[in-house]
């Protein structure tokens, strides 16, 4: 695998990555369930990870098969395990045969193929690389990719439910994108060349009326992704399961197997796949769950400023569609996988961890960050990004060097918060649900600004080692905490995390947090307080015993309970729990009686990760 190829792929993810978001918006085909970013960015993510290209492209077919979300995901991995076959030549001809290739997969893998898909566009680019000669250069590239649009836009043409609600296929929109990134770096693009703006070149397609949501299909049943080993064929597979669901892809390498199926009866799925097959893996998400929550998204009105904050701020993606606002991820490793964070189940991180394999943060790269901003700009016409604060990460830099080579009209301001974690998820909240009532983007700047000196945190891990290997603590430090039962009080602040003090038990935790929240008390009937409880593996814990004690402590306040951000659970480790409180001014009540006792009652459903 060359490396020019080895970057190409790697910048489709990342450009794919930037719009996921909108992806998700516009979702609509085969369900409404909001999830076609979300699924292709962890589907393709395999695809960024330069060093596995050191096997060859057979190796890729593999990882990609274990990595396959969704309905589109599933097509998408299939379609570049046959693409790689060939592409790893870089020609044309040789882009030619793998696209031919991978197209060919993609259609067979489903049971119930249509047009108007992503397999619209594999068939668009088959004709466009079957017609241009053995070099590329930027003419050849532009061609392609113009021909490539010419296949999303007629997408509602060929999908009833697409034309109905007047937007593009999400699937067949995001390989548009990932093959704009991709041929973008094959040609020798600069990182800093702008591609043309997405609006520009889709007009329409690219969002949802306000008016969907009243007709907004909901949908029952499951969506299964499992993976198997079996010795019988693929048709076989994929003629049993075709009688027992809906949107069906069946996936093969080797004598391995992946399944995807909507399906009204998970359990009889399961009993039928393992007469016939050694299930590996198995994930389910409630489809009547997502759908609801897509179509309770849908905005109703666009705010004076749109809010973008960071995923290291203990908030997710679900939070972020609720309240629309923005949510730049960092990356987590685990082993060969490396996903976004809020892309990635904490659970099997910290079950990782606690079996000793390490975990790993990094930034996503500067191509991606750099999309992510100049997605927002495309899409809002004024944006707020809440950073997290420049003493943890680069972020803050980053995005000011960005802007001033880009956003001439200075409409993205970047805000240094000083804020990691909870301290950094509660000042967002509260300024992207001041956003939603706010009556100009100036006021909503001066909220934020004036809520950062009023928010702490206060983090306890319950393990020295974690700290050790992230290089936080000395590891004899860690290994003499450990022995003696010591566990550090950690407060994130603008000058960095220090230690503010030191327990010896869940027990001291709980009385340190409370007693740092009694010195805030009394508030009038806690209606300006919000507090947010992080947990890592320790849900079941903090969201009875701790809630119950801050309840009692403060029973009037607005409590969430919200899982911690990987980016600060990679480096405190499993057992980690956190504490963060916010106070609001007096006059800022955006929050009626009702919605508080919403967030209550959401506070407590909490198996899906905050609210």
């Not at 996503?364 to 809440?386: G, I, K, M, N, T």
Request: some cysteine; hydrophobic content about 40%; aromatic content about 8%.
């Amino acid at each position: 695998m060359t490396d020019v190829l080895s970057e190409a792929l790697a910048a489709g993810v990342e450009r794919l990555s930037a719009w996921a978001d909108l992806l998700d918006s516009i979702n609509v085909f085969p369900v409404a369930d909001g999830d076609t970013g979300r699924n292709l960015v962890v589907s393709l993510a395999p695809l960024r990870n330069r060093t596995a290209w050191k096997e060859d492209g057979k190796g890729m077919a593999y990882r990609l098969l274990l990595s396959a979300r969704g309905n589109a995901g599933n097509i998408a991995a299939r379609f570049f395990s046959g693409f790689l076959e060939y592409a790893i030549e870089k020609t044309a001809a040789a882009l030619a045969d793998g696209a031919e290739n991978g197209r060919v997969q993609a259609w067979q893998a489903v049971a119930d193929p249509k047009p108007g898909t992503m397999l619209t566009l594999f068939d668009a680019l088959v004709e466009s690389l079957q017609k241009i000669p053995p070099e590329l250069n930027k003419e050849e590239i532009e061609a392609i990719v113009r021909h490539l649009a010419e296949a999303v836009r007629s997408t509602p043409r060929l999908l009833p439910r697409l034309q109905e609600a007047g937007v593009l296929d999400a699937g067949a929109l995001g390989m548009y994108l990932f093959f704009e990134g991709f041929f973008f770096f094959l040609a020798g693009g600069d990182r800093e060349s702008p591609f043309i703006p997405l609006q520009q070149v889709f007009p329409e397609g690219l969002s949802l009326p306000s008016s969907f949501s009243a007709f907004c299909p909901t949908t029952s049943g499951y969506c299964l992704d499992v993976t198997l080993r079996t010795k019988d064929s693929p048709g076989k597979v994929l003629s049993l399961l075709a009688a027992s669901g809906e949107s069906v892809v069946v996936s093969t390498d080797r004598e391995y197997l992946k399944v995807h199926l909507h399906t009204p009866d998970a359990a009889s799925v399961r009993t039928e796949l393992i007469q016939i097959a050694e299930v590996l893996s198995w994930k389910e998400d409630n489809l009547d769950n997502q759908t609801e929550v897509f179509c309770a998204s849908i905005p109703k009105s666009a705010s004076p400023i749109h809010i973008m904050t960071d995923a290291a701020g203990s908030l997710t993606r679900r939070q972020a569609r609720q309240f629309g606002f923005t949510l730049l991820d960092s990356y987590v490793t685990l082993e060969e996988q490396s996903l976004p964070e809020t892309h990635l189940d904490p659970a099997e991180v910290y079950s990782a961890m606690r079996r000793g394999i390490r975990a790993m943060t990094s930034q996503a790269s500067l191509f991606e960050r750099h999309q992510v901003y100049a997605q927002v700009l495309e899409r809002f016409p004024r944006v707020l990004y809440l950073c997290v604060g420049s003493v943890f990460t680069g972020n803050v830099t980053t995005a000011r060097d960005w802007k001033t080579r880009h956003d001439p009209e200075d409409r993205l301001l970047v805000l240094d918060t000083g804020a990691a974690s909870g301290r950094l998820g509660l000042q967002a909240l509260a300024v992207a649900r001041f956003a939603q009532v706010a009556k100009d983007g100036d006021s909503v700047i001066a909220f934020a600004q004036m809520l950062q000196n009023r928010c702490e945190e206060y983090l306890f891990p319950d393990r020295l080692q974690y700290l050790a290997t992230g290089g936080r603590l000395s590891r004899t430090g860690a290994l003499l905490g450990d022995l003696l039962h010591v566990k550090p009080v950690i407060s994130p602040t603008p000058e960095g995390a220090k230690k503010v003090g030191a327990v010896r038990n869940r027990e001291e935790q709980l009385r340190f947090a409370l007693d740092r929240l009694s010195g805030i008390l009394p508030q009038p009937a806690g209606k300006r307080l919000m507090i947010m409880l992080e947990y890592s593996d320790n849900l079941d814990w903090v969201n009875s015993e701790v809630r119950e004690a801050f309840v009692l402590h403060a029973g009037g306040a607005e409590i969430l309970i919200q899982p911690l951000s990987l980016t600060a659970g990679v480096h405190t480790g499993p057992g980690t729990w956190g504490m963060a409180f916010l106070t609001l001014p007096e006059e800022i009540d955006f929050v009626e009686a009702e919605q508080k006792e919403g967030f209550r009652r959401q506070a407590a459903k909490t198996r899906d990760g905050g609210i």
